[in-house]
């Protein structure tokens, strides 16, 4: 068995460690066992089966901790949530689950705030001027142009 390999083991707990910090993707785990220790990809791939079996990695649970954080703390909109969850290679079934359950009236109350908050800076600039930026801001935020024009409407 592998795991009486006490460099494996060592491996193991150090990456639990890691991973006990805050919730990681499977990606993340990855690139820091290679980052930090210097393994052939198989042992890797040992480490990373031992930590979802132990649940130290769970999907699931990384993409509901990174959508709630990114749209809260960050105050990212669906499309930039996306895209990162993409890049870290999570699969597009649970993306879609839990973007689905985003509450879309507190999702447009926080690109209501993030644009209030914008349009103060804009402050002097004609209105026609204001509102491209604003669209412009809500757009490089990953906001939905729909959303967006929601959120004017009202």
Not at 36 to 56: A, C, G, H, R, Y
Not at 120 to 148: C, M, P, T, V
Request: aromatic share 12%.
């Amino acid at each position: 068995m592998m795991t009486e390999n006490p460099l494996l083991k060592e491996i193991l707990q150090k990456t639990c460690k890691y991973c006990s910090r805050g919730e990681k993707s499977e990606f993340e785990v990855r690139n820091y066992i290679q980052k930090n220790f210097d393994i052939p990809n198989e042992d890797t791939t040992f480490v990373i089966k031992e930590l979802v079996s132990q649940d130290f990695i769970n999907p699931e649970r990384y993409v509901k901790a990174f959508i709630n954080d990114k749209l809260k703390f960050n105050k990212w909109g669906k499309i930039k949530i996306i895209s990162e969850l993409k890049t870290k290679n999570i699969d597009k079934k649970i993306i879609a689950k839990y973007i689905d359950q985003i509450d879309q009236s507190e999702y447009l109350s926080i690109l209501q705030q993030l644009l209030k908050n914008k349009k103060k800076q804009l402050a002097g600039k004609d209105e026609y001027l204001q509102k491209a930026s604003l669209i412009r801001f809500g757009l490089s935020r990953g906001f939905e142009y729909d959303d967006i024009k929601k959120v004017f409407n009202e």
